[in-house]
C-alpha cells in the first residue's frame, strides 16, 4: 500500500514563504510523476505544479515565478517551496504521485493571513 506522508503546511502572513514536503515511505519503485494540487474552501481541487522523473515541470499560471517544485528520484520525495504567498494561496494542500495507479496524501493545510 503506497502511503504519502505530507509535512510543512501552516498559517502565514501575506508576502511570506513556506515549503511543503511529502514522502513516500516503504515504496520501493519510483514514480512517474509527483505533483502538489490544492482544495480551497467551495473550489475544486486544482493543480499546483508537477514534475516527472526526468525533472520536467508544469505549474499553474497563478503561482508561475512564486513556487518552485523538486524533486529527489532515489528518496521518492517531492518538495514545493512556495514564496511571495497570497491569501489567495490559502487552501489544503495535496501531494499527488502516479505510476500505474494514482496516489494522494492526507492534506496540510496552508493559511495566508492579510
Known amino acids: 500500500q503506497v502511503q504519502l506522508v505530507e509535512s510543512g503546511g501552516g498559517l502565514v502572513q501575506a508576502g511570506g514563504s513556506l515549503r511543503l514536503s511529502c514522502a513516500a515511505p516503504d515504496t520501493f519503485f519510483s514514480f512517474n510523476a509527483m505533483g502538489w494540487y490544492r482544495q480551497a474552501p467551495g473550489k475544486q481541487r486544482e493543480l499546483v505544479a508537477r514534475i516527472t522523473s526526468g525533472g520536467s515541470t508544469d505549474y499553474a499560471d497563478s503561482v508561475k515565478g512564486r513556487f518552485t517544485i523538486s524533486r529527489d528520484n532515489a528518496k521518492n520525495t517531492v518538495a514545493l517551496q512556495m514564496n511571495n504567498l497570497t491569501p489567495e494561496d490559502t487552501a489544503v494542500y495535496y501531494c499527488?504521485?502516479?505510476?500505474?495507479?494514482?496516489?494522494w496524501g492526507q492534506g496540510t493545510q496552508v493559511t495566508v493571513s492579510s
Open positions: 499527488n504521485a502516479r505510476r500505474l495507479a494514482e496516489y
